[in-house]
């Protein structure tokens, strides 16, 4: 071996050993900087090397087309902005001095209108009156009218600020007038009844004969037939099950949560026809059709409102659904006849079973006057 | 597995899916005809008096608003001894729970205050159950000679706004006022307020007239004058009574039972000549004049509709009365009522859904309506005579003269509404017959 040979063969073990040891067992990455660049057109760059905007997109060139914002009369026509005329074309509408007048002087002075109602300036007496021209007249000129007595009505102010705000007075006057809330029930101890409870004394061992088993309130519907019981099955997938079982559930209905005292019943099931007649019943006594218009008697409405758990209508969502019938005059006149009978026949709260709350919670009445028209 | 994977989604897609919100269940559906049907109870305090000297004009107008109410059958004024408080100011606040205690449903609250000759009233309506004001409060002001107007105003408000539809109080009815026995009987042409106060008479009792109508606009009269010995038209202004005109007629001809038509502008009327009775309508402006009935029956009592596209009559063409409806000009009619009697005097109403009529069987009239496909007849008064319907401006309520049996007998004016319900006698210083309704004053 030559000593070129030799040392050619050292330098590449060493080299080799050096990459395999050394170099290679090095796993650290090497450090690096990373810089973010953003990627501009050309147009930006000569725009920015020359200090001019690049042109803006195509959907914002409107918004810079301010001159034409500055363009008078086109855009806003002139007749129109002077349209208001509006008292000048209902001249029987007059503005309520409630608007010109600050609200604590209810004292309401407007200018006075002349009421030109003078009835025909003819004395008790009897009058002559000057024989018809002859046959041969033609024709009447019409006579000019003349100017139509009027009396203009105008909106008084609302009423003082404190005209609203009268809860004294009402409740002192309901303290008066109203009989008070009934002493809350306490629920009977179903062991022992308390010995003036019941004309009997009932041990424990026996039950007492008097003692309804079943609700005296008319059934609401037939019993179900018992389900079928199957034998269970020993290859009934779990999982089909499961779907089985969230399907019927969310086909249930779910009980609305009660919003105030006493806890109404959850109770399901349908409102008994006994129920629904009575609840009718009650509202008819108060539904009075006869200051309805020969309109409003013609028109059946539908109304609906919402109900506390004390069987009272909440005044505020009693609405108007819709109408058939008549026009919208008389179908406001309908509903506000319809809706007083609502509130004024609520003293005590309609007679609806609290265990069954759920069910008369939300009403939709339908209000057919047309029948009571032929009475 | 990747089976019962699938099922696992699926089932939890159907429970969330599925589960109804809250307040899903249905509302409670439930249908109202059963209802009652009585005036409605209302109160209405004195108006108060602002100006000190309006305590009587007060009064006066609060009796007023309240006899139009109660006048209508619809509506039961609450005696003031049975209030429990009475509101302390115009603008004070209501005590609801007082009202509410003695089942008042409507309150009307109001102020008057009289300077010199001007007179303001200002009231409010009030739904007592509701424990809110129905419409603003509203003012009218004018002379102390025009206080029952204002009276009338207020109450028409009050009455539209709790019904639903206009009032009739402020308006006029002109009428035939008689006096002396029946063989000899002076007949005169006066106007009056719907309630029968400020009779003013318009002709003298120089000659029999007959059948007064009111134009559309209230303005002038259209009436059947004897005083040429034939039965001719005049008109006459209701501002000016003594310029009158006459309808041309030829000599020889008898022209009656006019009527205006919607517009004012033409009257129809029935011209008798040679025995013979049709039905004629007459331009006021250019004087011509068109033939619409060509018949050897008597054609007679034409009114129009309120569009004016169809008129009304009374004719014997069949053999017996009955009412018929025609076009406007003229052409083939449509006989409307075919039951037993005989029909006269229509009316169409100015709502255009009913037509009045007098008939008479068996020995006694009555006031009726019907469609105006002649169903739903519907008979509202009987009696030994009565006759000459007239609508109220609103439709609801008709007036009729009524005369009692015997030599002494007088003639009345009487009103009573659609339903048949409310028959009341119009007081008028005189006896009154054949009354014409006249529209709202402005």
Redesign the interface.
């Known amino acids: 071996m030559s000593v070129g040979t030799y040392f050619s063969v050292t330098g590449h073990a060493a080299l080799v050993v050096w990459m395999v040891v050394g170099w290679g067992m090095s796993a650290e990455p090497l450090p690096f900087e990373v810089t973010e660049v953003s990627v501009v057109t050309g147009e930006e760059f000569a725009a920015l090397t020359q200090g001019v905007q690049p042109d803006a997109p195509a959907g914002a060139v409107p918004e810079l087309e301010t001159p034409q914002i500055e363009d008078p009369a086109p855009v806003v026509p002139t007749p129109e902005v002077e349209a208001p005329p509006t008292p000048a074309q209902q001249p029987d509408v007059i503005a309520p001095p409630a608007a010109e007048t600050p609200p604590e002087a209810p004292d309401l002075t407007v200018p006075d209108t002349v009421v030109t109602d003078t009835p025909p300036d003819v004395p008790d007496t009897p009058t002559i009156i000057a024989p018809p021209p002859s046959a041969e007249v033609g024709t009447s000129v019409r006579p000019v009218p003349r100017p139509a007595p009027r009396v203009a009505p105008e909106i008084v102010a609302p009423p003082n600020p404190d005209a609203t705000v009268a809860p004294e007075v009402t409740e002192a006057a309901t303290d008066q007038v109203e009989a008070p809330d009934p002493e809350p029930v306490e629920p009977a101890d179903e062991t022992t009844a308390p010995e003036a409870a019941a004309d009997q004394i009932v041990t424990e061992a026996e039950e007492p004969a008097f003692a309804p088993e079943i609700s005296s309130r008319p059934q609401t519907r037939p019993s179900r037939p018992a389900p079928a019981v199957d034998a269970p099955a020993d290859d009934v997938d779990p999982v089909a099950a499961a779907v089985a079982e969230a399907a019927s559930q969310a086909t249930e209905p779910t009980p609305p949560t009660p919003a105030t005292e006493p806890t109404p019943g959850l109770g399901g099931g349908e409102l008994s026809e006994g129920d629904k007649a009575g609840f009718l019943r009650q509202i008819g006594n108060c539904w009075n059709t006869g200051t309805l218009s020969t309109g409003a008697q013609n028109t059946i409405i539908v109304m609906a409102f919402a109900m506390t758990p004390e069987g009272r209508p909440v005044t505020d969502s009693i609405s108007l659904d819709s109408f058939t019938g008549g026009s919208a005059a008389d179908a406001e006149a309908a509903f506000q006849t319809a809706r007083r009978a609502l509130i004024r026949c609520t003293d005590e709260g309609y007679d609806l079973p609290r265990d069954q709350y759920s069910l008369w919670q939300r009403v939709e009445l339908t209000v057919d006057p047309t029948a009571m028209r032929q009475r | 597995m990747m089976t019962?994977l699938l099922?696992?989604v699926?089932?939890l897609f159907?429970?969330v899916?599925?589960?109804?919100p809250?307040?899903?269940?249905e509302?409670?559906?439930?249908?109202?005809?059963?209802?009652?049907?009585?005036?409605?109870p209302f109160a209405l305090p004195t108006f108060q008096a602002?100006v000190a000297g309006s305590e009587q004009m007060a009064a006066d107008i609060s009796r007023v608003v309240a006899e139009d109410l109660t006048g209508t059958g619809?509506?039961r004024q609450i005696p003031s001894s049975a209030f429990?408080?009475t509101p302390a100011?115009?603008?004070?606040?209501?005590?609801?729970?007082?009202w509410?205690?003695i089942n008042a449903?409507a309150l009307v609250t109001g102020a008057v205050a009289v300077n010199g000759d001007?007179v303001?009233v200002?009231?409010?309506l009030y739904?007592v159950?509701?424990?809110a004001?129905m419409g603003?409060?509203?003012?009218?002001?004018?002379?102390t000679?025009?206080w029952r107007?204002?009276a009338h105003?207020v109450a028409d408000?009050v009455y539209s706004r709790?019904?639903?539809?206009a009032g009739y109080f402020?308006s006029r009815v002109v009428f035939i006022a008689e006096t002396g026995p029946k063989d000899d009987r002076a007949k005169?042409v006066a106007?009056m307020d719907y309630d029968g106060a400020?009779v003013?008479?318009?002709?003298?009792?120089?000659a029999i007239v007959l059948a007064p109508r009111f134009s559309p606009?209230g303005?002038?009269i259209l009436y059947t004058?004897f005083?040429?010995g034939f039965p001719?038209i005049?008109?006459?202004?209701?501002?000016?009574?003594?310029?009158?005109?006459?309808?041309?007629?030829?000599?020889g001809e008898m022209a009656f039972s006019p009527r205006f038509s919607r517009d004012?502008?033409q009257v129809i009327y029935s011209l008798a000549n040679g025995g013979n009775t049709d039905i004629y309508r007459?331009?006021?402006?250019?004087?011509?004049f068109t033939r619409l009935t060509n018949t050897p029956a008597i054609e007679t009592a034409p009114s129009f509709s309120p569009d004016g596209s169809r008129i009304v009559f009374e004719s014997d063409r069949s053999g017996t009365q009955q009412l018929y409806i025609m076009d406007a000009n003229g052409g083939e009619p449509q006989r409307i009522s075919f039951g037993s009697g005989r029909y006269g005097t229509p009316v169409w109403s100015p709502?255009g859904?009913l037509i009045a009529f007098t008939k008479q069987e068996a020995g006694r009239f009555h006031i009726g309506v019907m469609r105006t496909d002649g169903s739903e007849e519907r008979l509202l008064t009987s009696s030994f005579l009565d006759e000459g319907p007239t609508w109220a401006p609103n439709?609801?309520v008709i007036m009729f003269a009524r005369e009692t049996q015997g030599a002494d007998g007088t003639s009345s004016l009487f009103s009573v509404d659609?339903t048949g319900r409310n028959l009341r006698r119009v007081t008028t210083p005189q006896g009154g017959s054949d009354p014409s309704w006249g529209p709202l004053?402005?």
């Open positions: 019962r099922s696992l699926a089932a159907v429970m899916a599925a589960v109804p809250a307040q899903a269940q509302p409670l559906q439930l249908t109202l005809r059963d209802g009652v049907i009585e005036a409605l602002e619809l509506f429990i408080s100011g115009f603008g004070a606040p209501v005590a609801f729970a007082d509410r205690a449903q001007q303001t200002k009231f409010r739904d159950f509701s424990g004001e603003e409060g509203l003012q009218f002001a004018g002379t000679q025009g107007r204002m105003k408000v709790i019904t639903g539809e402020d005169r106007i400020n003013q008479f318009l002709t003298d009792t120089s606009d303005q002038r004058s005083g040429s001719r005049n008109v006459l202004n209701v501002d000016n009574p003594s310029g009158q005109q006459q309808l041309q007629t030829a000599p004012g502008r007459s331009d006021l402006t250019t004087g011509q709502r859904d439709g609801r659609i004053q402005p």
